[in-house]
């Protein structure tokens, strides 16, 4: 094994230092510890060497992303200090003694080696309905899954469902899948809601969670939940509300299906992950003042009157859109539901 002192020698030459030094203090953005590095330990740039006085282990760190710092071993000793083996295109945060990335949009995540994660896996929220005149139903939540495995080396792509827009006098469109490869999860995009022009209502359609049912001169069945067991996480949708009695429901959302409450259809309940974030709420049902109903945990849209300012969901949290109900004849469009999210989570 090589000496403290010919590492130090090696170091320099590596690094362009002066011949000439003779001691650690002369280099520059070097640190002399009694410990070894952490991934959570953020120097000031690329090419910081850190050496381990007691046990003569010299590193180099090769990418500053802060709270996942990679510490490459160049010196006595074995394996280099990584942020687990995982990498990826997603945005990496450090909370307390975990480290999440996060996708909101479609790319790829590196595992190096074998390791348990927490992982979360939504689809894409289904669009409220517009309506004119009448009442249109809640979007459905996208399909949640969640759970601990383990992951094995290989690179996972990602693709995030779109939420699906919402249109004028028409029911919407379905939430898109989100999916991890390598595992084969497949969170299933949300229902669009039922609803539409006065007296040609569109029926509202099945997914990840169903989309609530529309009701004016025609009452609509709300769709129904299809999400299953995927990719080795547990999976969770609800059905949309069916309407009767002229009220357009909630869509049905990972924690709860869509409500008929009265006249007010609210949507279904989200779910809490380990972030004490919720996700995957259905959209409330349109109605006349003041019987609008909710969104599914402050995450789906909420059904509107004339009044069509929260119909949207709140982005990427796979959530429903809510429904709209216009007294003009020329209608609005119902609420777009949210594009879909993946998180991965795992210990320091």
């Known amino acids: 094994a090589l000496s403290l002192g010919d590492?130090?020698?090696?170091?320099?030459?590596?690094?362009?230092?002066?011949?000439?030094?003779?001691?650690?203090?002369?280099?520059?953005?070097?640190?002399?510890?009694?410990?070894?590095?952490?991934?959570?330990?953020?120097?000031?740039?690329?090419?910081?060497?850190?050496?381990?006085s007691t046990t003569g282990?010299?590193?180099?760190?090769?990418?500053?992303?802060?709270?996942?710092?990679?510490w490459t071993n160049i010196g006595?000793?074995?394996?280099?200090?990584?942020?687990?083996?995982?990498?990826?295109?997603?945005?990496?945060?450090?909370?307390?003694?975990?480290?999440?990335?996060?996708?909101?949009?479609?790319g790829t995540l590196e595992v190096a080696g074998s390791m348990l994660v927490d992982m979360l896996v939504v689809g894409g929220g289904g669009a409220g309905a517009g309506a004119n005149n009448s009442n249109g139903g809640g979007g459905g939540?996208?399909?949640?899954?969640?759970?601990?495995?383990?992951?094995?080396?290989?690179?996972?792509?990602?693709v995030i469902g779109a939420g699906g827009a919402g249109a004028v006098q028409l029911a919407g469109n379905n939430g898109g899948n989100t999916t991890v490869s390598i595992i084969n999860a497949i969170a299933i995009g949300g229902g669009h809601a039922g609803g539409g022009a006065r007296n040609s209502q569109v029926p509202a359609s099945n997914g990840g969670s169903g989309g609530g049912g529309s009701g004016f001169s025609q009452d609509t069945a709300g769709g129904s939940g299809t999400q299953a067991d995927s990719g080795g996480?547990?999976?969770?949708?609800?059905?949309?509300?069916?309407?009767?009695?002229?009220?357009?429901?909630?869509?049905?959302?990972?924690?709860?299906?869509?409500?008929?409450?009265?006249?007010?259809?609210h949507g279904g309940l989200g779910r809490q992950w380990v972030d004490n974030n919720y996700y995957a709420g259905g959209g409330g049902g349109g109605g006349s003042a003041?019987?609008?109903?909710?969104?599914?945990?402050?995450?789906?849209?909420?059904?509107?009157?004339?009044?069509?300012?929260?119909?949207?969901?709140?982005?990427?949290?796979g959530s429903g859109g809510g429904g709209s109900w216009a007294s003009s004849t020329t209608g609005y469009a119902g609420g777009n539901g949210s594009a879909g999210i993946v998180i991965v989570r795992f210990a320091i």
Not at 14 to 25: D, F, H, Q, R, Y
Not at 298 to 311: A, E, H, I, R, T
Request: glycine share 22%.
């Open 290 to 317: 003041g019987y609008s109903g909710t969104g599914g945990s402050s995450v789906g849209g909420n059904g509107g009157y004339d009044d069509l300012s929260d119909l949207d969901a709140i982005v990427n949290t």
């Open 57 to 70: 282990t010299v590193y180099i760190c090769t990418d500053i992303t802060v709270g996942a710092n990679v």
């Open 76 to 106: 006595d000793g074995s394996g280099s200090i990584m942020p687990n083996g995982i990498s990826g295109s997603g945005t990496v945060t450090t909370v307390g003694q975990y480290i999440y990335h996060t996708f909101t949009s479609s």
């Open 141 to 158: 939540a996208g399909g949640y899954l969640s759970g601990s495995l383990t992951l094995t080396a290989g690179t996972y792509n990602i």
């Open 7 to 52: 590492e130090i020698e090696l170091i320099m030459g590596a690094t362009g230092a002066a011949s000439s030094a003779s001691s650690l203090g002369e280099l520059t953005s070097v640190t002399v510890d009694t410990t070894d590095p952490l991934v959570t330990t953020n120097p000031t740039a690329v090419g910081h060497l850190w050496v381990n």
């Open 233 to 265: 996480l547990i999976g969770f949708g609800n059905d949309g509300g069916s309407a009767s009695s002229n009220v357009a429901d909630g869509g049905g959302g990972a924690g709860g299906a869509g409500t008929i409450n009265g006249s007010n259809g």
